[in-house]
């Protein structure tokens, strides 16, 4: 993996720069407002993926498709705005979210006009007009089932009993299409044929639900001094998680662990789901589904950038935060 | 004119029909939440707009389009979803408004997933990929316009010194921009060449700016029976309409107005507006636009649908409903 964190600091230095000048230097109000959470950072995971899918199809087109990478990372995080208005949320990465800091109407508008922007960025992407239709209806289908599965988690708040199969059909939905859209998108606008993007497509589909599985192992394994998150909060608040499933499964009762808990507690907790293999078996999918992925990328002439998308999966379920 | 109104009456059949298909038969809570407003009626008047463009370019083209048709009337209704979360509208076209229905995170969620369709109809037009791409860039643009006016429509809230400029770029924004893109990606997708399709554009911007000033004269003019609507409410709640800004240049006092008004008095103002001719310069300029629009029409061969666009023009201009 020697290689992955140098890559995915220059993607991010590329996109940061995009950002500042397509969105940051804008002047008025819902400009700022549109831009404030795509300038506070990210780690530009989603423009890594269009970029290394682009490059593992045709090596050295990247370049061209900066504008659709750019797209990705703002369609996220215009999913990322309208999720902080209706959670109420009102801090992330560690600044005030965008209708705290405005008010709830820019909110909604600032996370519209980011939308409008991610299609038209992708129309200028320098690629083939045909590639470029069937990267805006990959895109506008991912945001619809982002929708759905951002309803479905809001649904499962009143629930416990949920599946790991509704589980799993939340999760592709709310993180794993764009994944998959990423990949898919590059790998399209590269000129890849019907096989390559399906290859792709799914290679994303399957990392970006390991990714979120991983999300729900940090935040109950990741001390908050290394996360820069509340430990354990999926417990406390009693959320359906694979972990969580997968323990009532095995009849684990985690009721005890819904209140306010100390680090003991939090140990206590973490031990009882480890003795019990639920830690052992939520892992075992993540790490089923990263392998999955790499079977789908076989299709592929060896190369650097095929290699950094397998390091991909494997960071997504290795990181500790 | 005659011919009008039976052609709206034909293209909203041909729309209703496709809004059941693609919307209003799908299941779960979130798509029955996205059909809502959609369902519930409406003239219709953009997907009109779109497809005697492409007429008007090629005719008998129009058959080919109609998803592009349809994906002019959702993309209206998702900005009207999100509009009535904004102003906290409770009824529209007769029926609860979404968020009012559901929640609100389930009406920016519909929102969000009309938005996405949108554009997922767009690629389903039966065109040249090269006009689709256009299609898709002209669409998102009038979109993030859309939002920009919105935005300045709240920021008007707050203020008793709005402009004649400041408003036309409002309403420019907020409405026209609208039935530009509507006329343009018509004419576009037609197959029409750069000229026809900036003519179409512009066409559809002046008249859609003419149906908004039009919109405003109607709150004052027409009687609740008539449009079932609260008569002279813009008045009453002291709103920056070009009326209001017309009568502060002419040093009238509205001021008095802004109460519960009784039939009496709603007729007084109506004769004062009248006498110190605010109405007549309001109209004037709604019908300049009119007129500037078919100037721009002119440079297509004349036909039955070039025709029909002049005749919209009109209607938006002379309809008191």
């Known amino acids: 993996m020697s290689e992955l964190p140098s890559y995915l600091e220059s993607v991010a230095q590329t996109i940061d720069h995009m950002i500042d000048r397509y969105f940051v230097d804008k002047t008025g109000q819902l400009n700022k407002a549109s831009a404030h959470l795509l300038a506070a950072g990210g780690k530009r995971l989603r423009p890594a993926v269009v970029m290394l899918a682009a490059d593992a199809v045709k090596p050295g087109c990247s370049d061209d ?14 999913t990322l705005v309208h999720d902080d208005i209706m959670d109420d949320d009102k801090l992330r990465r560690g600044v005030q979210t965008v209708h705290t800091k405005w008010d709830m109407p820019t909110g909604i508008l600032a996370g519209d006009v980011l939308y409008a922007r991610a299609f038209e960025h992708i129309c200028m992407a320098n690629a083939a007009d045909d590639a470029k239709i069937r990267a805006v209806n990959m895109l506008a289908k991912a945001c619809d089932e982002i929708c759905e599965g951002q309803h479905m988690d809001m649904s499962f708040e009143h629930r416990t009993d949920v599946t790991e199969g509704e589980y799993m059909e939340m999760v592709r939905k709310k993180t794993g299409v764009l994944y998959a859209a990423a990949a898919g998108i590059g790998a399209t606008l590269a000129g890849g044929n019907g096989v390559q993007v399906k290859a792709l497509y799914s290679f994303g589909l ?5 990714f979120q599985i991983q999300d729900d192992l940090i935040d109950l394994l990741t001390p908050p001094e290394k996360s820069g998150k509340d430990q354990a909060s999926d417990l406390r608040e009693g959320k359906q998680t694979l972990l969580m499933i997968k323990a009532r499964e095995k009849g684990l009762d985690l009721k005890k662990y819904q209140k306010d808990l100390t680090p003991a507690e939090i140990q206590a907790a973490i031990q009882e789901l480890t003795d019990s293999g639920v830690i052992g078996d939520v892992k075992g999918i993540a790490a089923a589904l990263v392998s999955d992925s790499n079977r789908h990328l076989s299709i592929l002439p060896a190369s650097k950038e095929r290699q950094l998308l397998m390091d991909v999966g494997e960071f997504f379920v290795t990181r500790s935060y």
Request: charged share 5%.
């Open 65 to 78: 498709i900066l504008h659709a990478a750019l797209a990705l990372e703002v369609t996220h995080t215009f």
């Open 206 to 210: 399957n990392t970006g639900i390991a």
